[in-house]
């Protein structure tokens, strides 16, 4: 991967999680910015003086530079659809921050768009480049456990409550299944798809969820039974520290992966600690590392898609492809609306 020819970036919305995608691409050397754009001029041009390129007033103009090769869409949830839409129809590249849209409808429409228009487009769900999901899916796929019979993952965590805020506003996408949902429904997803060898959609067979003041959840749950009878627990939280770690309980033991969203809980760590146990014997800790961060590989892992001569739309596994995006929005529209009945 190291050696694919890295691109020239466009940043949609220089906000916190920009910042941490431009500073993995200058350590790692895995890419450039080119150019960036949001709803302040004054912040883009802050953006760009600590990270280079050019500061524009509009998307068109960002587009219109022709070593824009790819662009970084980090608009609240809500607000990706136009500009995602308008990239793909540019003929740029797209790493789109997830959830890829909150409408079902929308997301179908921007798969449909990178198909139609020959564009790669991924949805950033950074956590898949770390060798720990592999890993995993090996573990699965080996049969050395037996099969997976119980997934229990949380993404909880407790942010101060800001009714204007963008974890707890309606119009920006609050809630914590928007936010951070997806990743525990994304590693059921590939779990369950190792097992059975290709992507499969669970059921969803409960959802709860607590309210905050503005409407949001702020504490959701949902229980996923897929074919087979293996069956993930999953939930996440933005008022209630509730931890992140995962575990996998197959037939012969079980595996823990201690920090399987944020790795070692920092943005540009590379090794993360995982566990494993076989039939009640003691657990044996491993140290898996990448070569770098998360960040840094989804924009390798986007060049190298852009560089090979087949022109893939879509990221390899166990990076999230379209039909898993699709998958995704589905699940977490159902798990949303439930929910919230």
């Not at 995602?84 to 409808?105: D, I, Q």
Request: charged residues 20%; neutral net charge.
């Amino acid at each position: 991967m190291s050696q694919t020819p890295t691109l020239g970036w466009g940043i949609v919305a220089p906000g916190a999680i920009s910042r941490t995608f431009a500073e993995s691409l200058r350590r790692h050397r895995a890419g450039r910015v080119v150019a960036v754009t949001g709803r302040s001029l004054e912040r883009s041009r802050e953006f760009a003086r600590e990270f280079g390129g050019s500061a524009v007033d509009t998307l068109e103009q960002l587009l219109a530079d022709p070593a824009v090769q790819a662009v970084y869409v980090a608009t609240p949830h809500p607000q990706h659809f136009e500009p995602a839409h308008k990239v793909l129809e540019a003929g740029k590249a797209l790493l789109c921050e997830k959830p890829m849209t909150v409408s079902v409808a929308d997301t179908e429409a921007l798969v449909a768009a990178s198909r139609r228009l020959r564009v790669p487009l991924a949805e950033a769900y950074m956590y898949r480049c770390h060798p720990q999901v592999a890993w995993v899916q090996e573990v699965v796929r080996s049969g050395q456990l037996g099969k997976p019979v119980l997934l229990e993952a949380p993404f909880c965590f407790a942010a101060p409550f800001d009714p204007k805020g963008r974890l707890f506003a309606p119009e920006l996408g609050g809630g914590g299944i928007y936010d951070v949902g997806g990743y525990p429904v994304s590693l059921a997803l590939a779990i369950g798809s190792a097992a059975s060898g290709s992507l499969v959609l669970p059921t969803l067979e409960a959802a709860w969820a607590e309210r905050a003041p503005t409407g949001v959840d702020a504490h959701a749950t949902a229980t996923l039974r897929f074919p087979g009878g293996f069956v993930a627990k999953v939930s996440c939280a933005v008022m209630r520290d509730l931890g992140q770690v995962a575990t996998l309980h197959l037939e012969h033991g079980r595996v823990v992966l201690e920090t399987p969203y944020l790795v070692d809980n920092q943005r540009h760590a590379v090794a993360a600690k995982v566990r494993i146990a076989r039939d009640g014997r003691p657990e044996e800790v491993r140290v898996l590392s990448a070569p770098v961060d998360n960040y840094a590989a989804e924009a390798l892992a986007l060049a190298a898609m852009v560089a090979a001569p087949q022109k893939p739309l879509e990221p390899p596994a166990p990076l999230v492809g379209h039909a898993e995006s699709l998958a995704l929005a589905r699940l977490l529209d159902a798990w949303r609306r439930a929910a919230l009945a």
